[in-house]
């Protein structure tokens, strides 16, 4: 009898929806076939979960292939991240792929098997122009800027635990400094143009609140946020509805209101006014400052240049961000066609201070999907001093790339304000995670330098890197970019101290306390 009564619900049921579909005008689909034409729709939304799992092949899938994805996710476990009967890249046929030349003999090496992967920065962030609270970097590898907002305050604090256990930096995006970011970790604040947590009422920029702001956290550098990969030149628009007492307590806006952030900055509004703001927020905060941007046409870069030629003024560090880099949300234009991919993008920004020799006065950053081994070496070889990930940590701590990161319906509770969704990640586990795919990447930097025959990824070069076409030719990455002798190589004297800090003694294995 219960069998009959739940089949005639069902019955009942499908001749509802069947009546609904047709009476419809909405979906042409369901009024031509009613019931059936809902499956499409099914596949359709999960899709992109089918193809990861069933449909792509190892090496296919975009953002990050399922190769990618696997090492990370096995790297941050401490799991065995090594993968067995060969390459599955099509090695002989691929155009573009980067190799890097091994070397028979080498000179003074680290310990690669450090379980701490200790791997400072061949340079000095702000040591160059003096700033008072210069210092070097105790990690190439750091967390790049993802807001509270767009990540939940769960995967802020398992980040930010993450980065302090690994020693590495945690960039708090351009949301503001939030309580979740207080968890030990070393910051960088990022000024966007909103001036989220240092403005006034009508949005502008405010001195006095951005050094209370810095007295009151562990914030290492400040970086003003020109433009970012994935959407250049783009404001943005946060709707009422998400800002809540808290995201408005600490963005310093009304809760409950939309708040438009403009595509450009109100304090400045050329190169020269810009360093003249870099330079009055370094000798009021005593800290390094820099700016980050995608690139697009270069007569910024030029500019930026020329003036910093000249020794009076100039930036600390600039993060340069390629065109495949992630975003919490962006419109499908600017993600696909808008500014340059990272290494033709930083090759244009590192040639245009190495033709005034000054690429040793400046740290240069990189970001971009620059979170796996390859991508890291060859980003180094090119002249980086070191990168930031995002999307690779968000991965590290449970990112399955859902690619619902603008519909606040993250799965995994990482970029989600869902309170539900949000408890799901449990902080205490995945800061361990973080940390263990941070020093993780850093062995595996270590590993592939070692292999190259030189102390740190900063000493691989331009020459130490062929760049593939099928099997019938091959060019070196200096010759692929127009390098000219000596780009994206360290000087001499940083080249020899950033050896000699990581090794004791001629071919020594011993790594040396940082």
């Not at 006014?273 to 910024?300: H, I, Q």
């Amino acid at each position: 009898m219960n069998a009959r009564k739940i089949g005639a619900a069902a019955a009942t049921a499908v001749a509802v929806l069947a009546v609904r579909d047709l009476v419809q005008k909405r979906h042409a689909l369901l009024r031509n076939f009613p019931v059936v034409g809902h499956a499409r729709y099914l596949l359709e939304r999960i899709g992109p979960e089918l193809r990861q799992y069933i449909v792509a092949s190892n090496e296919e899938e975009r953002p990050f292939s399922r190769d990618q994805r696997t090492w990370i996710y096995a790297s941050a476990k401490e799991e065995n991240n090594y993968f067995g009967f060969g390459t599955e890249v099509d090695v002989e046929h691929v155009q573009g792929h980067a190799y890097l030349k091994q070397r028979t003999f080498a000179g003074p090496l680290p310990d690669v098997h450090d379980p701490q992967a200790l791997l400072p920065s061949a340079k000095v962030l702000g040591g160059p122009r003096g700033r008072a609270k210069a210092f070097r970097p105790a990690s190439v590898v750091n967390i790049s800027a993802m807001s509270f907002g767009s990540l939940s305050g769960a995967a802020i604090t398992a980040l930010n635990e993450g980065a302090a256990l690994a020693g590495a930096l945690h960039n708090t995006g351009e949301g503001g400094l939030s309580p979740y970011h207080r968890n030990g970790g070393d910051l960088v604040l990022q000024l966007g143009t909103s001036y989220f947590g240092c403005r006034d009422a009508d949005g502008s920029f405010n001195l006095d609140k951005l050094k209370d702001v810095v007295a009151g956290a562990p914030v290492k550098a400040i970086e003003i946020k020109l433009s970012q990969g994935a959407k250049p030149g783009l404001g943005g628009m946060l709707p009422g509805a998400k800002v809540t007492p808290e995201i408005a307590a600490i963005r310093g806006i009304p809760a409950g209101q939309d708040c438009a952030s403009p595509s450009r900055h109100s304090a400045f509004g050329d190169v020269d006014s810009m360093l003249d703001f870099v330079e009055l927020v370094a000798a009021e905060t005593g800290l390094p400052v820099g700016v980050k941007s995608a690139v697009g046409e270069m007569g910024f870069w030029q500019e930026l240049a020329a003036l910093m030629a000249r020794g009076d003024r100039g930036v600390d560090f600039v993060t340069v961000d390629g065109g495949e880099g992630g975003t919490g949300a962006a419109p499908r234009m600017f993600a696909d066609s808008v500014s340059l991919p990272f290494r033709m993008g930083f090759s244009r920004v590192y040639g245009t201070f190495a033709e005034l020799g000054l690429t040793d006065e400046l740290t240069f950053i990189g970001s971009g999907k620059l979170g796996l081994p390859e991508n890291a070496a060859v980003a180094f070889a090119l002249g980086v001093d070191m990168i930031n990930v995002a999307r690779e940590a968000m991965l590290s701590i449970g990112c399955i790339q859902a690619q619902k990161c603008h519909t606040d319906k993250c799965p995994t509770g990482i970029a989600t304000q869902n309170p539900w969704l949000a408890r799901g990640l449990d902080p205490a586990s995945k800061s361990t995670r973080a940390a263990v795919y941070l020093r993780t990447l850093r062995r595996e930097l270590m590993k592939v330098s070692a292999a190259v025959g030189v102390a740190h990824p900063a000493l691989i070069t331009a020459d130490d890197v062929e760049i593939m076409n099928g099997d019938y030719e091959a060019r070196t990455l200096a010759g692929v970019y127009g390098y000219k002798d000596g780009w994206g190589s360290l000087g001499q004297e940083l080249a020899g101290e950033i050896t000699a800090l990581l090794t004791i003694g001629p071919n020594s294995s011993r790594s040396h306390p940082v």
